[in-house]
């Protein structure tokens, strides 16, 4: 069982500055005497750099310096991405390019000036000689006979590739009554976060020492790695923090203009600071999501699915920040879902192409739960059976857990059947399919999508994929001689609301009241060494370790209480708000001490202390959750298409999700909302597009389009709390499961209204124009 405050709908305590406009992000924070960085950017696809001539450049009033990639390839170390995985080629990225850029957009040179105006204007003067190259643009023009290489190093433009297969795959689908084909594609899309990217670097000569203020989710190995390409020590760098306007993955890992900023500092003995407009954040930061599967699935007459196969093409970008294979492989790990499926394969190719470097976006497996539901929508049309009927057939059950999938995952405590059936029930499934109709009406469709959303990342995790690094998390915990609780730990919140929710979870641990508990986060000369933000490990790892903490913390405190009441041990005491409890005929009543006066016993009278305890109360505790858990949930969406001009309009939304415990029930409905937007707004519109030379066409929101408050629906949401027995108070985490399913309900729905008139999207995403194309060439219009 949890106890409070877990499970209590506290208001979030960051809103009470973010909302009144108090929050402090980078732009900010002022430093005296700063330089400002701009950088110059390649308007080419793919071109060779001939010359870079800053000549013009220097004579600008306020530049200070221009530093090229060739002059910062003797300040820093180039970016090699070489786990050793099979199939999976070493890549290597200089901090900026000397010889080539490789997309619209790659930084090759960086100006200083006194003021932001200068280093603007000092970068539009820089002169660049380049040789224009064909680019490569898609995956398809990647995998050509005879395509130019987007790396020269490698052999070829497929930078990774992976297979599996069980052993029964190849015979089941011969022997299978019927096999069904289907593929899914996903546009390129970006982050678009509110706050577009920026940083202060500020070198302290004489300690030698470089304090990056920055957003990022990963404080300490955001630290480990800009140490490391800079030939510092960790102890010489300090990674601070401050409010971050929105992440999504975005600002996880140390980005080359990041680096840029901090060798330039060091170099002019100057603090430097950066901040990106909205058109480079669109066309320049990392993209993501540029995925295609094609699946078979062998079923029976009945929809029982026999055996599933995938082939999965993903665009990579030009660059590598991350290992090729990680989302596209987490992509097939999971791809089977809260589906009895024994035999299953996958086949994973990642591929470069001339477009800006991808990587992990707020559900990186986002296309998995559409992929698999997806697929089962065509196996009940092509059997002419109902789409719920076959999710029906083929769920898991509470009788086949715990259930190992085909690729190995371990399920234990998730509940598809009782979210399909919420959510089917909340979204009124059989009155819905009973007002389809086929006359010139508006189309209805009905899109149901069975998420199970992977949580921890425990080491283990990366163990088993062979790639190097750590799922843990450190808390470290203080009470003060006040009786004020410090906890921190190594994430960093960008909106998330984790100095609420964190803090429940170490007053929970510890016993105290929440009101008298802070964490902070986002130092690292604070907190301990963790591995930050990102999936959903927030809850369950740094929750978890919090909560941990807390519990080792109260085991001290109530040792204290005990020799301060004169008992022999502490095993009828407890800690409920700050106050020690004492058991007395089957009842909890007060025992005459706070935690206010064992903190002050503990550090300003330790000679009262029971024999080996330490003064003071103090407590540093790392947790490894385990390699994968896994919360679920299912998505409802009713969608009505105008058949004239193909505009789709989301009558319902219903959202059944299981998330074990949750820690503050305001935070979870907030994070699911806001995820299941981001889906949405994902599936209905965005797209980070290019022309066939490799320019971007996305260059503003007038280009690249976000749903508005006015595009999303009202969300039904409903909760199930089935704790997970692998993790401290049963957390499961529930941040990026909304993604998933909002992808997958939205097209499951729209391809649900244009079924009966014989049209069909693979591919997102859903907008008008793209409907009613499929509407015209099924002849419907």
């Not at 109260?554 to 800690?575: C, F, P, Q």
């Not at 919360?631 to 959202?655: F, K, M, Q």
Request: proline share 7%; charged share 20%.
């Amino acid at each position: 069982m949890t106890e409070p405050p877990l499970g209590a709908a506290l208001p979030r305590r960051e809103d009470a500055r973010l909302l009144r406009g108090l929050g402090r992000y980078v732009e900010d924070i002022a430093v005296p005497g700063c330089l400002y960085a701009a950088f110059v950017r390649s308007p080419h696809a793919s071109a060779v750099i001939d010359r870079i001539d800053a000549t013009a450049t220097r004579a600008v009033p306020g530049v200070v310096a221009v530093l090229t990639g060739a002059d910062l390839a003797t300040l820093a170390a180039p970016l090699r991405i070489a786990p050793p995985i099979d199939g999976l080629y070493p890549v290597e990225m200089p901090p900026l390019p000397i010889h080539a850029a490789r997309f619209a957009g790659d930084p090759v040179a960086i100006v200083l000036a006194e003021d932001r105006a200068a280093a603007r204007d000092g970068a539009e003067a820089v002169e660049v000689a380049w040789s224009p190259l064909a680019a490569v643009t898609s995956v398809a023009t990647a995998a050509a006979a005879g395509a130019p290489r987007v790396d020269s190093a490698l052999p070829s433009n497929l930078v990774s590739r992976q297979g599996y297969a069980t052993p029964g795959l190849a015979d089941a689908f011969p022997a299978a009554p019927r096999v069904v084909t289907a593929r899914f594609g996903q546009q390129r899309q970006t982050h678009a976060p509110l706050e577009p990217r920026g940083c202060i670097a500020l070198w302290d000569e004489g300690r030698a020492h470089l304090t990056m203020r920055i957003g990022t989710q990963a404080p300490h190995p955001y630290r480990t790695a800009l140490a490391a390409r800079l030939g510092l020590r960790e102890s010489q760098v300090t990674i601070d923090c401050p409010d971050i306007g929105g992440a999504f993955g975005q600002k996880i890992v140390v980005l080359r203009e990041d680096l840029a900023v901090a060798a330039a500092a060091r170099l002019l003995r100057r603090p430097v600071r950066w901040h990106e407009g909205r058109g480079e954040n669109l066309i320049a930061a990392l993209h993501a999501r540029e995925d295609t599967v094609a699946t078979r699935a062998a079923v029976d007459d009945d929809g029982t699915i026999l055996a599933l196969s995938c082939e999965i093409d993903a665009d990579f970008g030009a660059w590598c920040f991350f290992p090729a294979n990680y989302m596209a492989r987490v992509i097939a790990l999971i791809l089977p879902g809260p589906y009895r499926i024994a035999q299953y394969g996958y086949d994973v190719r990642v591929w470069l192409t001339n477009k800006a470097p991808s990587g992990p976006m707020r559900a990186p497996m986002a296309i998995t739960s559409w992929v698999m539901d997806g697929t089962l929508d065509a196996v009940a049309r092509a059997l002419d059976r109902d789409p719920l009927e076959v999710r029906a057939r083929n769920l898991l059950r509470p009788a086949d857990l715990p259930y190992v999938t085909a690729t190995g995952e371990r399920y234990d405590a998730i509940t598809p059947a009782a979210t399909q059936d919420a959510a089917a029930t909340a979204i009124g499934y059989a009155a819905a399919r009973a007002r389809q109709r086929t006359d010139d009406g508006p189309l209805l469709g009905i899109g149901l999508c069975n998420v199970v959303e992977s949580t921890t990342y425990g080491s283990a995790f990366y163990k088993a994929a062979g790639i190097p690094g750590s799922g843990h998390e450190a808390a470290s915990v203080r009470v003060e001689p006040s009786g004020a609780v410090i906890g921190s730990c190594g994430l960093m919140g960008s909106g998330q609301g984790y100095e609420t929710t964190l803090a429940q979870a170490l007053a929970a641990g510890l016993g105290a009241a929440p009101d008298d508990v802070v964490v902070q986060l986002g130092h690292t000369d604070i907190a301990p060494y963790g591995m930050g933000s990102r999936g959903a490990r927030g809850a369950t790892a740094g929750g978890g370790a919090l909560f941990l903490a807390g519990q080792r913390m109260r085991a001290k405190v109530l040792a204290i209480a005990a020799a301060m009441l004169g008992l022999n041990a502490a095993d009828a005491l407890t800690l409920r708000d700050g106050v020690v409890l004492r058991r007395i005929d089957d009842a909890w009543q007060p025992a005459g001490l706070t935690l206010a006066d064992i903190a002050r016993l503990a550090y300003l009278d330790p000679l009262r202390l029971p024999p080996g305890v330490e003064p003071g109360l103090h407590v540093v505790l790392a947790y490894d959750p385990p390699a994968m858990t896994y919360s679920n949930s299912t998505h409802a969406c009713l969608v009505e298409i105008d058949r004239a001009t193909g505009t789709p309009r989301i009558l319902r939304y219903v959202v059944a999700e299981d998330a074990g415990t949750r820690i503050n029930p305001l935070v979870v409905a907030g994070q699911t909302q806001g995820a299941t937007s981001m889906g949405l707004s994902g599936a209905l519109m965005e797209h980070a597009a290019y022309d066939a030379d490799g320019q971007a066409l996305a260059g503003s929101f007038m280009d690249y389009a976000v749903a508005r408050a006015a595009d999303l629906p009202d969300f039904d949401l409903h909760h199930l709390d089935t704790a997970s027995p692998a993790t401290p108070a049963g957390i499961k985490g529930m941040a990026e499961g909304g993604t998933m399913g909002a992808i997958g309900a939205l097209m499951n729905a729209v391809n649900d209204a244009l079924a009966p008139v014989g049209a069909h999207l693979d591919s997102g995403p859903a907008t008008p124009a793209r409907i009613w194309q499929a509407l015209r060439a099924a002849g419907a219009v």
